[in-house]
């Protein structure tokens, strides 16, 4: 069966302080890897896609990192504004839908 | 560009009632997915439409359905509703296989 598991569940940062967000996962054959954001009483907004190991993406202060098993989320120098759940998720054999992980709720203080 | 639009954003039942939630994909979107996101059990996939026609759907009783349409807007209906149908409902269109989804905001389903 297709699962997401993301780690850990919550992540508290001081501004500046570097970590990363892992993301486990086991699909029979990987079409997709996604990272998306969300903010409190907002729908999910998209930051990443991965498709094969070893390939990498960037945006701003974050880094999404794929192997054959694990994606990371790095978060270089947060800000308070980065505060958000930060979600993991995998394509279906067959159309466009996802199975999520539960998330990472970051929160970063100043 | 516009995005998703979800109509209601938020909505009260009672027990028993049924509801029907409303779906706007951004222009030229073609697939439609609903979600259902409680506390507990975070995303979870309702079903995905493409062209009209149902291309997979999650583990869900069949109290919960969905049609699209040929402008690709898309509804949900969830029949007999009961307490645990409490929950934020998401909709996501995307233009084709391998492209990310793009979310709206929601429906807040509360059910009294």
């Known amino acids: 069966e ?56 960037e945006k701003e202060r974050l880094k999404a990192t794929l192997t054959k098993k694990e994606s990371f989320l790095h978060i270089t120098a947060p800000k308070p504004e980065d505060s958000a759940t930060y979600l993991c998720a995998v394509q279906v054999p067959r159309g466009t839908a996802l199975i999520f992980g539960k998330g990472t709720t970051l929160s970063v203080s100043s | 560009k516009a995005g998703v639009t979800q109509t209601p954003r938020y909505l009260i039942k009672t027990r028993g009632q049924q509801v029907t939630l409303s779906c706007s994909p951004i222009s030229g979107h073609r697939s439609v997915s609903w979600y259902q996101q409680t506390p507990g059990q975070g995303l979870q996939f309702l079903f995905e ?18 049609r699209q349409f040929s402008n690709s807007r898309s509804e949900m209906n969830v029949s007999t509703l009961e307490l645990g149908d409490s929950a934020l409902y998401l909709c996501a269109s995307s233009r084709e296989n391998g492209q990310p989804q793009h979310f709206g905001d929601g429906t807040r389903l509360s059910i009294l």
């Open chain 1, 2 to 57: 297709d699962q997401v598991t993301q780690s850990p569940e919550a992540l508290r940062l001081q501004e500046g302080e570097s970590s990363s967000l892992n993301c486990s996962y086991t699909v029979s054959g990987l079409r997709g890897l996604f990272w998306y954001r969300q903010d409190p009483g907002k729908g999910p907004e998209f930051l990443f896609t991965l498709y094969s190991a070893g390939e990498e993406k």
């Open chain 2, 49 to 66: 439409y493409f062209s009209e026609t149902q291309r997979n759907k999650g583990n869900f009783p069949g109290r919960f359905s969905g």
